[in-house]
């Protein structure tokens, strides 16, 4: 089986903050993505990164940066300076093959609040 | 771009009433979801398939079916509505398991 696992359900900052969401994952493949979804007020899902399990390179995007680390199974995501845009819901997921065709697993997401 | 469509928006069900949401994607994509997306639960994988005539059960498949007979369309039937079926229904689509997925605007779903 495979998981992800969002602890942190709701976290607020004041603007201009650093905050790094959390992700841990489990599975048993060798192979696998993870991923990283925005999903602001207006509701829709927005594809942020994809990573694969043989690159551990960080990787930067203007204010967004991920930090994947195999020997501890977390794919963590931060934001540097962060805005009130930012404020949204964040999802982690997983893509492997637990069982027949390829599978993507969801957190449960994190909630966060940027304070003007 | 239409992306992923779905529809329709908002619906109203009564217990006992059936309904089908429709999804539609215009990008080729070989693999399509359905996901219900509960307060404080993430979003729960109903079913999917990788392609035309291939569909497979998420983890919450009791109360759905779905049906995939092109590529582009996938939709989702409720047969017999439960309030426990009140939820916000997301369709995706994504070129294989790998890839990143592209999400319709979801259906705020309420079974009363």
């Known amino acids: 089986a495979q998981k992800v696992t969002q602890a942190q359900t709701e976290i607020s900052v004041v603007e201009k903050e650093d905050v790094t969401l959390d992700c841990v994952y489990e599975?048993?493949?060798?192979?696998?993505?993870l991923f990283w979804y925005k999903q602001p007020p207006s509701g829709e899902l927005v594809f942020l990164i994809r990573?694969?399990?043989?690159?551990?390179q960080n990787e930067i995007s203007g204010r967004y940066s991920w930090n994947f680390q195999k020997s501890t199974s977390s794919f963590n995501f931060t934001i540097t300076a962060s805005q009130v845009v930012d404020s949204a819901v964040y999802f982690c997921?997983?893509?492997?093959?637990?069982?027949?065709?390829?599978?993507?697993?969801f957190g449960i997401g994190t909630k966060l609040q940027v304070i003007p | 771009n239409a992306g992923v469509t779905q529809t329709p928006k908002f619906r109203i069900l009564k217990i006992g009433q059936s309904m089908t949401l429709q999804c539609t994607q215009d990008?080729?994509?070989?693999?399509m979801y359905w996901y219900r997306q509960d307060p404080g639960m993430g979003l729960k994988l109903i079913y999917y398939?990788?392609?035309?005539?291939?569909?497979d059960k998420g983890e919450v498949p009791n109360g759905y079916n779905v049906s995939r007979s092109t590529t582009e369309d996938f939709p989702l039937r409720l047969e017999l509505a439960a309030p426990s079926q009140t939820s916000v229904y997301f369709c995706?689509?994504?070129?294989?398991?790998?890839?990143?997925?592209?999400f319709g605007q979801g259906t705020r779903l309420t079974v009363v």
């Open positions: 599975t048993r493949d060798t192979t696998y993505y």
């Open positions: 997921a997983l893509s492997g093959l637990p069982g027949g065709y390829q599978k993507v697993t």
């Open positions: 990573r694969n399990s043989f690159d551990e």
């Open positions: 398939s990788v392609g035309a005539g291939i569909t």
């Open positions: 995706a689509s994504s070129y294989d398991g790998n890839t990143e997925a592209f």
């Open positions: 990008m080729n994509h070989n693999y």
